[in-house]
């Protein structure tokens, strides 16, 4: 008995030892990929893996690819400060005033800055240069503060630029900012995500999150539906166009001016507008679009500036 004990712990050693191994040799490979293999070849690599065809950076057609093509060639300062959460906010001052903007309660540089009871009840924490690293609070005595705080630490080290390869987030100073909850009461959230091309909103995408459920769709801006499918449930038929939808498009045009692709994305809820943020890649340009017909038909509007 003693001795098959012994035979089943150095066993599992032996598993604990190898799947060790194999995870530091992950993060090693991605470490070497991420820092040490030029921007054209990681992605040519990732979108293969992705996407499952050759990328074609030459005369690129697809949405995706031409997506691909603007992480590499079209790198501004201003997409740096349009990427991050907060200097934003000076970018959408500037271009469609202040009524949008959410309450900005605080803006830290380290998650031990934060300081609990100077907050409301209820609010959001999320950092600047993150993508879904949100934390939402509703009620201050139901927060775990040490195991958000731990949490907020990580974030702070990422930098989204690596991963895909998406410069905008590049050289973003990392910051924790703390601001609004919009849905604190349960309430309905409607995102509308203007593609933007050239400065001109050409098609819109609705997602609505209701108590946690997700659904959406892709329309033009009578609010056709379009033919991109989602793996979300889709919206219920027909759409109600909001009594603000025309304000939301002013405000794309703005907003998007002098890119050549942007998505503008515009929250609503209580009959209310918000500026939700600047989206230059979405998916990182790396998800298949079904049907792929519509891939290229995204990419149709996309007329790609001179490098």
């Given at each position: 008995m003693g001795l098959m004990r012994f035979t089943d712990n150095l066993t599992a050693y032996n598993l604990m030892r190898n799947l060790v191994r194999i995870r530091l040799l992950h993060r090693l490979g991605r470490w070497f990929l991420d820092r040490f293999i030029s921007d054209e070849k990681y992605l040519a690599l990732m979108y293969r893996i992705k996407m499952g065809k050759r990328l074609?950076?030459?005369?690129?057609?697809?949405?995706?690819e031409k997506i691909q093509w603007l992480k590499l060639n079209w790198r501004c300062d201003i997409l740096t400060q349009c990427q991050d959460k907060y200097e934003v906010r000076k970018f959408v001052e500037e271009r469609i005033g202040l009524e949008?903007?959410?309450v900005l309660y605080n803006v830290?540089?380290?998650?031990?800055?934060?300081?609990?009871?100077?907050?409301p009840d209820s609010f959001v924490l999320k950092v600047n240069h993150g993508c879904k690293q949100n934390i939402?609070?509703?009620?201050?005595?139901?927060?775990?503060?040490?195991?958000?705080?731990?949490?907020l630490k990580e974030y702070l080290k990422n930098n989204l630029y690596y991963p895909h390869r998406e410069w905008a987030y590049k050289n973003i100073v990392p910051r924790i900012i703390c601001e609004e909850h919009l849905t604190k009461d349960g309430e309905t959230l409607h995102e509308y995500n203007f593609y933007c091309y050239d400065g001109v909103p050409r098609l819109v995408e609705i997602v609505e999150d209701k108590?946690?459920?997700?659904?959406?769709?892709?329309?033009?801006?009578?609010l056709n539906l379009l033919e991109n499918k989602y793996e979300n449930p889709p919206l219920p038929s027909p759409i109600t166009r909001p009594s603000q939808f025309d304000k939301m498009l002013e405000y794309a045009f703005n907003l998007s001016e002098g890119f050549p692709f942007v998505r503008v994305d515009l929250l609503y809820t209580n009959n209310r507008i918000y500026f939700g943020e600047m989206t230059f890649y979405p998916l990182a340009g790396l998800t298949k679009i079904n049907p792929e017909s519509f891939d290229f038909f995204l990419g149709s509007f996309l007329q790609l500036p001179s490098k």
């Open positions: 074609n950076l030459q005369n690129p057609q697809a949405f995706t949008s903007l959410k830290y540089e380290k998650a031990e800055d934060i300081e609990i009871k100077q907050l939402f609070c509703q009620k201050k005595s139901e927060l775990d503060l040490n195991h958000h705080i731990n949490l108590a946690g459920c997700t659904r959406g769709n892709m329309f033009d801006l009578n």
